[in-house]
């Protein structure tokens, strides 16, 4: 890869992957370590977690296709290899805020949707997951009641473990959802004919907001930072919202 043309996101805007019928295989034991040595690589590095999150699919049956996404992958790891997390000096040590969002029956193959969160201790991102849901979603509302819960769990264990660690947090959890009708639903305590499907995650995210532990501040979908995690963007959205994370390069000149 030492000749390759870098290019500025992991995976190309807009691209679904799928099984195609008649699709040329290629080499699946390499495929399978190279997708390995990027998911350990990922642990540190938010801005590949939704391309690994769609090569990982097709482990057991990769086409030339697939391959083809992982070898981007690559080249744009030749273009941002001194990229990390800067965690920066924040008095708010204690605050938890937690960006989710989900892709409606994105999944080409299955139509399942796709789970996401962000979630940042005192300004800091910490976590972060982009996961196909076990489970086909009826409709958008259910889809993002999955992915606002996984968040709100991953941000309510954040929030044990600063306890552990002595930090006693007075303040809410701050849970971005940039869909109107879940954050409707999530407030309104009158059963919806069209939601009892969804009503578990419902009553979960509802009795958190009741004791106060957790708030839905409004949020814009332009400045929804989970966003990449469920789709693929342009490189403009990408790099802005790899600023907002905290992302940067440390080879980049001063």
Known sequence: MSGCQPVNTPIEEGLKLCVEPNQVSTDKGRYQRLVGRLM???HTRPDL???LSVVI???HNPGEQHMNVVMRILRYLKNALGKGILFAKNVDHQSIEVYTDADWAGAVDDRRSTSSYFTFVGGNLVTWKSKKQNAVARSSAEAEFRGMTLGLC???WLRLLLQ???YLSRQPIRLFCDNKAACDIAHNPVQH???KHVEVDRFFIK???DDKIVELPKIRSEDQLADILTKAVSSQVFSK???KLGMCDIYAPT
């Open 40 to 42: 350990y690589l990922a």
């Open 49 to 51: 977690a939704y391309a």
């Open 57 to 59: 699919q097709y482990m």
């Open 154 to 156: 991953e941000a309510l």
């Open 164 to 166: 552990d660690l002595g």
């Open 193 to 195: 004919d069209r939601t």
């Open 207 to 209: 009795e958190k907001l």
């Open 241 to 243: 919202f790899l600023d």
